[in-house]
T-cell receptor, first 111, second 119 residues
């Protein structure tokens, strides 16, 4: 089963609001990633984090890699309708060959 | 450029039927991965190839699941004697390679998935 706990499971927000979601793990990962999945499509990489404590931005998205290497959060500022989708955190194992995904956060944005 | 493609996009199978799912990775990508995504869940790792070698198949749920990549490019995931619990989206991903210190090349690019429904 999955080892990553992601919260919240779903969010329904007003356009323009900021969003925050987080992910915790029972084990350490040296690389954390955040993906977005649209209906009928595969996950698309948003942000990759490689160092504990690292804070990385990609446009309106900001993600941080927790100091303990067991958690991460993703913030989306000034949400827009096209932000709708499911956001997944994922940890990459040391061998670099296996992603472990969280359960996802379903984001809905009301125009 | 072309991304990862998968076929068929949708498959309905009767319980007990065998199915074969195809993945065409991005040209030149060395590594290929299969994941299973149940409804409302995140993807779960099934197996991993580097070129034609299957280096990790620890995520395959039973011996009814078999994957191959004979020429190091296209891969096929085969499920024998399908069961209802096999119903899921099967995602394929590829990456250029994994080189120490060149983490950008570890990025896994996902295909759109094959939605399998077993009745």
């Amino acid at each position: 089963g999955q080892q990553l706990n992601q919260s919240p499971q779903s969010m329904f927000i007003q356009e323009g609001e900021d969003v925050s979601m987080n992910c915790t793990s029972s084990s350490i990962f040296n690389t954390w990633l955040w993906y977005k999945q649209d209906p009928g499509e595969g996950p698309v990489l948003l942000i990759a984090l490689y160092k504990a404590g690292e804070l990385t931005s990609n446009g309106r998205l900001t993600a941080q890699f927790g100091i303990t290497r067991k958690d991460s959060f993703l913030n989306i500022s000034a949400s827009i309708p096209s932000d709708v989708g499911i956001y997944f955190c994922a940890g990459l194992n040391n061998a670099g060959n296996m992603l472990t995904f969280g359960g996802g956060t379903r984001l809905m944005v009301k125009p | 450029g072309a991304g990862v493609s998968q076929s068929p996009r949708y498959k309905v199978a009767k319980r007990g039927q065998d199915v074969a799912l195809r993945c065409d990775p991005i040209s030149g990508h060395v590594s290929l991965f299969w994941y299973q995504q149940a409804l409302g869940q995140g993807p779960e790792f099934l197996t991993y190839f580097q070129n034609e070698a299957q280096l990790d198949k620890s995520g395959l749920p039973s011996d009814r699941f078999f994957a191959e990549r004979p020429e190091g490019s296209v891969s096929t995931l085969k499920i024998q004697r399908t069961q209802q619990e096999d119903s899921a989206v099967y995602l394929c991903a590829s990456s250029l390679a994994r080189l120490l210190g060149r983490r950008i090349k570890e990025t896994q690019y996902f295909g759109p998935g094959t939605r399998l429904l077993v009745l």
